[in-house]
């Protein structure tokens, strides 16, 4: 028996970049005697058909999620997608879907979306599903995210004392024509204990360098004349979020973090995402691990290097935490 990841990593492999049918394997996963929708009277491209869908799974993609995240919110968030995916197959609609609860980020338009790319399900976070993972790592205090519009006062002087390095005095209250065009984007984060990263500015050539060379959404819709990528669409919070991506480099991050880029390019590269979403076995274990080591880093004692024990991954069958209660669940 081969797990439901691997059998919709295989599936959305096969209709990666196609228009064809709906998956037989994907699409009759768990039902007892084996009848797909229509035959359980289900016509997935009605709303009736699209719920019953999501039920079929809901086990799976409550347990992907991780326990602060609540099941109802991410299940609201899905239902208001699914209307938009009519055209993706299954398998990818599936994968989109717990790939987004691996990382628990909700689907909602504000930290990730799940958006149809042909017939294709693509999971996207957006900037500030980058700044929740930052959040997340247990080191950083909070994250600024701004943009400088040309008649704004600001400075950048690196070798400057902290906070003398960078200002930025925003005017909101002014017009729009009065705070002229978008310069720069930046980003930074404050520690949590004090200290502030290094600060990534992001200028509109740079943002266009990334565009232009790493997105293929960008591409696609370019050639196809669509125009519809979210670089087309929302092309301000896409400068942001290419800021954000950078001050990676500059915070402490988490297997999440680091893994939450290569997800977004593989889908920008028409590639399956599951496979590159954190486990939640291996998420608990890189955890506990990182625990560890901090652990060892604040005891600092030479007389015994490596003296904390890093934990021990349970087996196939075992569980990072406990099953989550269904009473009330099922939509």
């Known amino acids: 028996m081969t797990s439901l990841k691997d059998r ?8 990666a970049g196609k228009t064809g049918p709906a998956l037989e394997d994907v699409q009759h996963e768990r039902t007892p005697d084996g009848a797909g929708e229509a035959a359980a009277g289900h016509d997935p491209d009605t709303s009736e058909g699209e719920m019953a869908w999501l039920r079929r799974y809901e086990e799976h993609v409550t347990e992907a999620l991780p326990e602060h995240v609540e099941p109802a919110a991410f299940f609201a968030a899905v ?6 995916l ?13 790939t987004a609860a691996r990382f628990g980020l909700v689907p909602d338009g504000k930290v990730a979306v799940i958006r149809a790319d042909g017939a294709q399900a693509t999971f996207i976070p957006t900037y500030r599903g980058y700044i929740d993972l930052m959040h997340r790592s247990g080191r950083v205090e909070s994250v600024h995210v701004g943009v400088i519009y040309g008649n704004e006062e600001w400075s950048s002087e690196p070798s400057a004392p902290y906070p003398l390095d960078f200002t930025h005095k925003a ?10 065009e978008a310069i720069l984007a930046y980003a930074f984060a404050r520690m949590k204990g004090g200290g502030r990263s290094h600060v990534v500015l992001l200028n509109r050539e740079d943002a266009e360098e ?10 696609r ?17 896409m400068w942001i979020k290419s800021a954000i991506r950078r001050l990676e480099k500059y915070v402490p991050t988490s297997a999440a973090l680091r893994a939450l880029g290569d997800v977004e390019d593989a889908g920008e590269a028409g590639q399956v995402q599951i496979t590159l979403a954190p486990d939640p076995e291996d998420a608990a274990l890189v955890a506990d691990a990182e625990r560890a080591h901090r652990a060892a880093e604040a005891t600092q004692d030479p007389a015994r290097p490596g003296s904390v024990a890093l934990p021990v991954k349970a087996g196939k069958r075992g569980r990072s935490k406990p099953k989550r209660q269904r009473g009330g669940r099922r939509r």
């Open 8 to 15: 919709v990593k295989a599936a959305a492999e096969r209709t």
């Open 79 to 84: 239902r208001a997608a699914l209307p938009t």
């Open 86 to 98: 009519k055209r993706c197959s299954p398998a990818s609609k599936l994968q989109a879907v717990l």
């Open 171 to 180: 005017r909101p209250d002014l017009p729009k024509a009065q705070r002229g």
């Open 210 to 219: 990334i565009r232009d060379e790493y997105s293929e959404a960008y591409r």
């Open 221 to 237: 819709a370019e050639e196809s004349g669509a125009r519809d990528s979210f670089w087309h669409t929302h092309f301000l919070d």
